[in-house]
């Protein structure tokens, strides 16, 4: 009896260490997955991948019926000589307990590969001791820009432009502001960006709120001075990428005729001299010679000239004005007290 005892424990140590050693060879693993997360979090999950060969790559696939999936099935990859980590970034919901990873199949040309789904517990942030929390959890925050616009006799509109990292920005609330949203949200991996817009008294010379920093394991309080006059935009650490397509054609154009005429005055050549005045007469039609619309009454103004924008307010009446930027089916317009964004479908009809 005493044999068999030991030969049974022998046995089961032996298939341990094998599945143990088996287990440490598997050509894919998880690398990274968080002890927890809190409710509302955007998280990183990482796959490691052992001998990886640039010609063969890995193809993820994660189960389609799993209640949880990946933010963008593109995930971000980082080499290192023959390792390789592949990271997709998950949201944790605001009402369950825990997040389900769903099973991940994984292939190449030589392996099929399943990872089996990975439970991470969910807890809820202790909120009580921030100050004007904004429901922002990130591992890092940027305000990139500030502008202020009128949005009547007593409010301010205010755009942020934010750059944050491993951030739920969609989910940004500043307390003690109305008419608030989030537009044009772009992520790449665990970089997001965002405009945040909200209205606020025009008497109220600043706002203050805190966002959760995930590196720090603490609340960050921002502070944006709003006492900017009434127009004015404040830009931090503007590049170019930052400047709207219809900006960029305008310096070119610009940039182009100056050139000329240089070129013009060097060497005396008609032939700049005929560029010269159609790049000028161009420049003329595209950006002096402004448009006049038509707006029907009861047309509605947008904040932004986005479908989701909110309406700031209608036209009474049929009014024409001056065009001031047209971007996509919508047309920027300033009208007495009223500066916002028509739809096309709102124009006077011929």
């Known amino acids: 009896m005493k044999e068999y005892l030991v030969w049974l424990k022998a046995t089961l140590l032996l298939i341990l260490l094998t599945s143990f050693i088996s287990a440490s060879n598997a050509p894919f693993s998880y690398s990274y997955t968080p002890k927890f997360v809190y409710k509302n979090q955007v998280f990183p999950v990482t796959i490691l991948v052992k001998h990886y060969e640039k010609n063969n790559p890995p193809h993820f696939e994660f189960d389609m019926l799993g209640e949880v999936q990946p933010i963008d099935n593109r995930a971000t990859k980082l080499i290192n000589r023959d390792e390789a980590f592949f990271t997709f970034y998950f949201k944790a919901d605001g009402f369950s307990n825990s997040i389900l990873i769903p099973q ?126 009434d127009g004015y935009s404040q830009d931090i650490k503007l590049s170019p990428q930052d400047l709207t397509f219809d900006k960029l054609k305008k310096y070119i154009t610009f940039g182009a005729i100056a050139i000329l005429l240089i070129l013009l005055i060097l060497t005396r050549d008609t032939l700049y001299l005929i560029l010269s005045i159609a790049l000028i007469a161009v420049a003329i039609y595209l950006y002096i010679n402004k448009k006049s619309i038509c707006i029907q009454e009861g047309a509605s103004v947008y904040i932004l000239p986005t479908q989701n924008s909110n309406i700031s307010q209608e036209f009474n009446s049929q009014v024409n004005t001056t065009l001031i930027r047209k971007y996509k089916n919508f047309n920027k317009v300033e009208y007495k007290n009223i500066r916002g964004w028509v739809k096309d479908e709102d124009l006077c009809k011929d």
């Open 104 to 229: 991940l199949s994984i292939w190449t040309k030589n392996y099929t590969y399943t990872l089996h789904p990975k439970k991470i517990d969910i807890k809820r942030l202790d909120t009580s001791k921030a100050k004007n929390f904004s429901n922002l959890l990130a591992s890092n925050l940027k305000i990139n820009g500030i502008k202020i616009d009128p949005y009547d006799s007593e409010n301010s509109l205010v755009t942020l432009r934010l750059e944050a990292t491993e951030a739920n920005l969609e989910d940004i609330k500043l307390p003690n502001v109305t008419d608030d949203g989030i537009e044009n949200i772009k992520r790449d991996g665990a970089r997001v960006r965002a405009n945040y817009y909200f209205i606020t008294p025009s008497s109220q010379s600043n706002i203050s709120f805190s966002y959760y920093n995930l590196i720090k394991n603490r609340f960050i309080t921002k502070d944006i001075s709003t006492s900017i006059k």
